[in-house]
């Protein structure tokens, strides 16, 4: 049987061509900086955002969580959406290794502005933890792949300015931001103190995130990956995938969207279809008259994965081992469902 996987874009395997792009990758012991290939990764990627150095890390929420204890000291707070992956996703990290509190706003899907952070930021009194750092997601996972514009995000990284806060983006997914909303990389270095890249999500890459920041902050945060287990030693098998995704996966993440927005016109023609988010980049979120629980059952007999984020709520999220047929696939199954 067809097995569809729209569980994640975490679920990808490396192509041939990725795989022979790691056997045959110069390696060193990385926690000596002597891994070339990780070195250049790490370069490479700071010179596509605007950054002065990057580090490579096991994870996505490795990179979130230095980032944070780089730009905050224990009693401090943060401010974030709701749903961010910081807050929701990533076991209490914050709490646990910073020390730090979280102020949680209501954004539209995820989305925050400066007018709604302004009157969250604490005045200097001996009542109220410190206010030193902003965190915003792009795209929102928990948004259904909600973008910020770089002229959303200006005015953030204005206020953060004028209040000494740090700005941190968890850029997870910031490719398929910046496939949808045209906007440069380059431009990005100017606005954030920090920003996390995920290799591991749609650009296909098996393990890895990339923090980006200034040549302090990096030297710091190599202290603070040491802490947590995560100086690793020839993984520079690794950042050769992460090279071959940013060299060949980026340009191909439309064909996601693309497939993303194919998905989400027809599941607003069902019947058992209640609502359907607006679909921006590889995500889909859609609500259900059924329990999402039976829906997702129904679907799995067909050879079709994908998770519930809620009661009636169910994800699929496009990426590089959905093929054109596959979606063609899904969309005759959810006609008959
Ligand atoms: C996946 C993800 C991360 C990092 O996840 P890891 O599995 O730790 O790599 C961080 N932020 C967002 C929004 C994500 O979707």
Redesign the pocket.
């Known amino acids: 049987m067809t097995t569809v996987d729209l569980r994640?874009d975490?679920v990808t395997k490396p192509t041939p061509a990725m795989l022979e792009a790691m056997w045959s990758a110069k390696v060193g012991d990385d926690v000596f900086g002597e891994d070339e290939t990780i070195n250049q990764l790490e370069q490479k990627t700071a010179a596509i955002f605007g950054m002065e150095a990057g580090l490579f890390c096991?994870?996505?929420?490795?990179?979130?969580q230095i980032a944070i204890k780089c730009f905050t000291q224990p009693l401090d707070e943060l401010i974030a959406d709701q749903t961010?992956?910081?807050y929701r996703?990533?076991g209490g990290g914050i709490a646990f290794n910073s020390g730090v509190s979280t102020r949680l706003l209501n954004g539209y899907r995820g989305i925050i502005t400066a007018e709604m952070i302004e009157p969250e930021i604490n005045a200097e009194n001996i009542h109220y933890p410190h206010t030193s750092l902003v965190v915003l997601?792009n795209?929102?996972?928990?948004g259904g792949g909600s973008c910020y514009t770089l002229n959303d995000i200006k005015p953030i990284a204005q206020l953060c300015q004028d209040k000494g806060l740090k700005l941190h983006l968890?850029?997870?997914?910031i490719f398929n931001a910046l496939a949808h909303t045209g906007d440069k990389a380059i431009d990005y270095g100017t606005y954030f103190d920090g920003i996390?890249v995920?290799l591991?999500?749609g650009l296909g890459a098996p393990v890895?995130?990339v923090l980006l920041a200034d040549k302090e902050t990096i030297k710091y945060a190599r202290r603070i990956r040491k802490v947590l287990g995560g100086g690793m030693r020839q993984a520079g098998f690794l950042a050769a995938a992460g090279i071959y995704a940013l060299d060949h996966h980026v340009g191909r993440l439309k064909i996601d969207h693309a497939h993303a927005r194919i998905l989400g016109e027809e599941l607003g023609k069902l019947p058992w279809v209640s609502n359907v988010l607006p679909t921006e980049t590889n995500i889909v979120l859609f609500d259900t008259v059924e329990p999402a629980n039976a829906v997702l059952a129904k679907l799995a007999e067909k050879g079709i994965k994908a998770l519930d984020t809620g009661k009636h709520r169910i994800r699929f999220v496009l990426h590089l081992d959905v093929h054109p047929e596959q979606v063609e696939y899904v969309v005759e199954v959810l006609k008959e469902l």
Not at 139 to 142: A, L
Not at 170 to 173: L, M, P, S, Y
């Open positions: 994640s975490t096991p994870s996505g929420t490795m990179t979130n961010a992956h910081v996703y990533e997601e795209t929102v996972n928990k968890d850029g997870a997914r996390s995920c591991s999500k890895g995130s």
